[in-house]
């Protein structure tokens, strides 16, 4: 049998994607989708209205209809309905989107550009290269970057976090901490699910303010209280349930093993712990979103790695929980379950 004879059409797709992306990321930066969601446009009109010149405005515009993002019709431009939908900061859905694009744009855009010396030099490429802060003390020190950080892990996590609240088992526990809570939207989506259950919210004293905005926001500041700490030296609080949303992957394997241990030790019988993240297929050659995931923390955290669900189950066993499974979520992400017996 004749094998087919390659083309190079899959590899120039993948070597040239970052144009694609950074048209995207641009645009929702300049605010298009936004504009259009006022009124299509035709392209002098859009032009006029986003301030831009006009020796690129038309590629700019055309690339973005034959990304799919845009449509035109007889030289007027209109949002494509997912773009409209979530792309538009006048709409809900934006929160859940539009801030990890835009974290995106102005955070890993240009720490990518350093993936080649991260690859040969093992260092990352962060806000703590040019300070003598770890990354999350350099990153927590600015508070207009905090705020568009802790808004996009709401973002990547908002599908996953809404899954949790439906797919685990909450009625014989009263108390929920999420351990990590940057913007609170896990516990949050879990409290708004479960009425009878009330939680704390734990990460970094800066957060504390966005979280309690993001609480009051959804109506929960009573059942929803924000503890700040260091969850690596400080004691967790009293609860029936740690939550850990997009965490682990930020830490080295000594630190991982070190929030298990820390979680069996303050939960009480029949307590458990819930992690998720964008976990690595078990023959790591299938989850490609989770394995670049990986590479994003090898590139900006000093130790920290995605994993599989295997690995994470191996690590709460040697924690002490005796019972463990892992199922899948939304997307990408899946979640791994230990109960303390």
Known sequence: MTRPVPTP?????????FQASKALLSAIELGVFTELAKGPADGPALRERLGLHPRAAADFFD?????????????????????????????????????????ANSRLYGIYHHLTDTLRTGLPHDESSASEL??????????????QFLAS?????????????????????????????????????VLLANPHLTGIGFDLPAAGPVFEEYARA?????????????????????????????????????????????????????GAVVVYDSLIDDDRSENAFAL????????????????????C????????????????????DSIVVGIKE
Request: charge should be negative.
């Open 9 to 17: 059409d899959r590899l120039l797709e993948l070597g040239m994607g």
């Open 63 to 103: 690339t973005l209809v034959a990304l799919g993002v845009l449509r035109r019709a007889d030289g007027v431009y209109r949002n494509a309905d997912d773009a409209d939908a979530f792309l538009d900061r006048d709409k809900p859905a934006y929160a859940h989107l539009g801030g990890l694009l835009e974290m």
């Open 134 to 147: 770890d990354t999350y003390d350099a990153l927590y020190a600015d508070p207009a970057r905090l705020k």
């Open 153 to 189: 892990m709401t973002g990547v996590s908002h599908t996953a976090n809404r899954a949790i609240a439906r797919q685990v088992s909450w009625r014989d526990h009263r108390t929920v901490a999420d351990m990590g809570t940057a913007q609170g939207d896990l516990a949050v989506q």
């Open 218 to 270: 959804h109506g929960l500041n009573e059942r929803l209280t924000f503890a700040g700490g260091d969850f690596f030296t400080d004691d967790f609080p009293r609860a029936d349930i740690f939550t850990f949303g997009h965490i682990l992957h930020n830490w080295d394997l000594e630190k991982k093993q070190l929030l298990l241990k820390k979680a069996w030790q303050a939960l009480p019988t029949g």
């Open 292 to 311: 670049l995931m990986s590479l994003t923390m090898r590139a900006v955290t000093d130790g920290g790695f995605g994993y599989t669900a295997r690995e």
């Open 313 to 332: 189950r191996d690590w709460m066993t040697e924690a002490g929980f005796g019972r463990t499974w892992s199922e899948h979520l939304a997307g990408p």
